[in-house]
């Protein structure tokens, strides 16, 4: 089964950028839609993007969009998000997923099953 390993996180000020990436350890990652997610403290996981297979249509969450771009490096099996003008309430925890059952970009948490370990995220005000 596919291991996804996010890195990138970290801290910064309100207003900077970040760029998290989600590296695969097989081939097979390039067949699937993938997707970022994240989760504060005392809160429940929610969605943030998602991408296709070849990395041609996205889907974005309202309180990222026009601010974080998803993106798929397929040749190196990688996953990216790009995040600017970040605000306090960006902390979170970011994990990188993938599906096996869709190549399209999905919302629904339970479309997903192989998740990275996560990356922490705080932005200061």
């Known amino acids: 089964q596919v291991q996804l390993v996010e890195s990138g996180g970290g801290l910064v000020q309100a207003g900077a950028s970040l760029r998290l990436s989600c590296a695969a350890s097989?081939?097979?990652?390039?067949?699937?839609?993938m997707a970022w997610f994240r989760q504060a403290p005392g809160k429940e996981r929610e969605f943030v993007a998602a991408?296709?297979?070849?990395?041609?249509?996205?889907i974005y969450a309202d309180s990222v969009k026009g601010r974080f771009t998803i993106s798929r490096d397929n040749a190196k099996i990688t996953v990216f998000l790009q995040m600017n003008s970040l605000k306090p309430e960006d902390t979170a925890v970011y994990y990188c997923?993938?599906?096996?059952?869709?190549?399209?970009?999905?919302?629904?948490?339970?479309?997903?099953?192989?998740w990275g370990q996560g990356s922490q995220v705080t932005v200061s005000s």
């Open positions: 997923t993938a599906s096996t059952r869709y190549a399209g970009p999905r919302r629904w948490i339970r479309e997903y099953d192989i």
């Open positions: 991408v296709d297979w070849s990395g041609g249509d996205a």
């Open positions: 097989e081939r097979t990652l390039s067949n699937y839609g």
